[in-house]
C-alpha cells in the first residue's frame, strides 16, 4: 500500500514555463509535508514544506498548494529555468520528520 | 563542510559478501536515519537510531541488515551476504531533534552495486 503517490513521473517544461507536481496521500496522521530536490549522484535537499493548517505556502519561485479535504498537496515552480532540472520528492511525516514518506519522485526537465 | 558524511560513496561487492555503510552526522546532530532508495523510485524509510540505541527499525528487511550509532564514531549499516536485489543507494539523514517539523539533512548517499 503506497502511502504517497505522485505523478507524473516526467515533466517537461520549456524555460519560463510553470511546472506543476501533485502528490496524494492516504494517512490523515501525517502532518507534515515537505519537498526534496534531488540531483543526480546527490542526496535529496529540503526545498520547501507546509503543514496541514495552511492552505499554501510560497517561498521564492517554489509554492506549495495544500488540500487537506482532498488529501492532495502539490509543488508549483514558477519562471522555471534549466537549472532547476532535477528529480522532486514529495514526502509526508507525523511526529518524525526524519520517518517520512516518500513519493517515487517526478523527474523535471527544463528545456531552454 | 560541516554536512552529513558518508563512505565509501560506491562500493561493489560480490553476492555473498558484506557492505559496511557509513554515515557521520551533521555536527550536533544526535539522530540518524538510513534510507534505501532503488532505481527509479523514492527513498524507503529503514531504521532510526539515537546514540547507542535503535529507535525504529521497522523498514528494515528482517534478515541480513543491521545498523548501529554507537557512543563514538559513524553510524554503521551493514549488509550481510549481500544479493543483487540490495544494488541500490542507501541515504543517510540527521536532525537535532525528533518532530515533524524538523528539517533533516540528507548525506551524499552510498551506491552499492552487488555483482
Known amino acids: 500500500q503506497q502511502q504517497v503517490k505522485q505523478s507524473p513521473q516526467s515533466l517537461i517544461v520549456q524555460k519560463g514555463g510553470i511546472s506543476i507536481i501533485n502528490c496524494a496521500y492516504e494517512?490523515?496522521?501525517?502532518?507534515?509535508f515537505p519537498w526534496y530536490q534531488q540531483f543526480p549522484g546527490k542526496g535529496p535537499a529540503l526545498l520547501i514544506a507546509i503543514r496541514p493548517d495552511v492552505s499554501e505556502k510560497k517561498e521564492g519561485r517554489f509554492t506549495i498548494s495544500f488540500n487537506k479535504s482532498a488529501k492532495q498537496f502539490s509543488l508549483h515552480i514558477m519562471d522555471s529555468q534549466p537549472g532547476d532540472s532535477a528529480t522532486y520528492f514529495c514526502a509526508a511525516s507525523f511526529t518524525n520528520a526524519g520517518k517520512s514518506t516518500f513519493g517515487d519522485g517526478t523527474t523535471l526537465t527544463v528545456k531552454p | 563542510n560541516a554536512g552529513v558524511m558518508q563512505n565509501p560513496r560506491h562500493l561493489v561487492r560480490r553476492r555473498g559478501q558484506e557492505a559496511r555503510l557509513r554515515c557521520s552526522p551533521m555536527k550536533g546532530h544526535s539522530h540518524v536515519y538510513w534510507y534505501r532508495q532503488l532505481p527509479e523510485e523514492g527513498l524507503k524509510f529503514m531504521v532510526y537510531l539515537q546514540k547507542e540505541n535503535i529507535i525504529d527499525e521497522s523498514g528494515m528487511p528482517k534478515e541480513r541488515f543491521s545498523a548501529e550509532f554507537p557512543k563514538e564514531g559513524p553510524s554503521i549499516l551493514r549488509i550481510q551476504q549481500v544479493v543483487r536485489g540490495d544494488s541500490a543507494a542507501y541515504f543517510c539523514a540527521s536532525s537535532t531533534l525528533e518532530y515533524s517539523g524538523n528539517t533533516i539533512y540528507f548525506g551524499e548517499g552510498s551506491w552499492l552495486t552487488v555483482v
Open positions: 494517512n490523515t496522521a501525517f502532518d507534515y
